[in-house]
């Protein structure tokens, strides 16, 4: 059984976490497909630019690990299940293809992990996050204790993770936890206006950022300049100039 529903829609996908009953909770299949999917949309064909991730139904966008099935797990196939959860996130931010957290309803715990590890974020005013492991006895093992600190800040980050509790859509955006509140349209529009871009651009605009967030100013300035070298030679950059001189819009091939 599919873990994913997938709408296509262009140049951008909408994946739809197919697990309402469960709240769509982070299962071992549900990592394995979304690991397939990642790779699927990282190939060298560019033929999805943009992923729209959500969860079905309206109250949860994921609710954290499948509790049931952990539950089961020894304490080696838990270490297995976060090595193949870490691995998975990492792909995503690894990913030339953007990826949109459209947060439709609670994410708790590997939730908000899998939202952080997206490149951006969409809130529903309703919906609710948190990293709530300490109320379990354990702590983030998704990356949220990394992850979380490097966007908002070590000090926002040990509020949120210390405390176990939960932040609603307002406080969410003005942590910078969230880019926007919104709803699923909302999502598909910013999905939208990315792949309008030229695409090689775009990763590499993407990689600059985060490679370059942690070094110091010098090596980060370098790593730019790395990465600009690499769009000079390439055709998106000439239809580029000239659908400019045109005054048209152009048609980036991702080439």
């Known amino acids: 059984m599919a873990e994913f529903l997938i709408d296509a829609q262009g140049l951008v996908e909408r994946w739809t976490i197919d697990g309402e009953a469960r709240r769509n909770a982070l299962s071992k299949a549900m990592v394995a497909e979304l690991a397939h999917h990642v790779a699927r949309v990282s190939g060298r064909e560019r033929s999805v630019r943009a992923v729209v991730l959500t969860g079905a139904g309206t109250k949860a966008f994921c609710a954290g690990a499948d509790l049931k099935e952990r539950a089961s797990m020894s304490e080696g196939e838990v270490k ?54 300490v109320r379990l006895g354990i702590i983030p093992g998704g990356g949220g204790t990394q992850r979380l600190p490097r966007l908002i800040g070590k000090g926002a ?41 030229a695409p090689i651009a775009v990763g590499l605009a993407k990689h600059a950022i985060d490679d370059g967030a942690h070094l110091d100013l010098d090596s980060a300035l370098a790593l730019e300049q790395r990465y ?6 390439t055709e998106d950059r000439l239809e580029g100039l000239k659908a400019f001189a045109e005054k048209r819009q152009p048609v980036f091939k991702g080439s």
Do not use: P, W
């Open 80 to 133: 297995i299940f976060l090595d193949s959860l870490r691995a998975t996130f990492r792909a995503i931010e690894q990913s030339d293809c953007v990826f949109i957290a459209f947060v439709n309803g609670v994410a708790f715990g590997g939730g908000t992990e899998l939202a952080l590890s997206c490149d951006l974020r969409v809130i529903d005013e309703a919906a609710e996050m948190g990293l709530t492991e």
């Open 228 to 233: 600009y070298q690499k769009t000079l030679g």
């Open 157 to 197: 980050a040990k509020d949120l993770i210390l405390t176990g509790r939960r932040v609603a859509a307002e406080e969410a955006l003005s942590l910078g936890l969230v880019n926007r509140v919104g709803d699923l349209e909302d999502a598909m529009h910013l999905a939208k206006m990315i792949v309008e871009n």
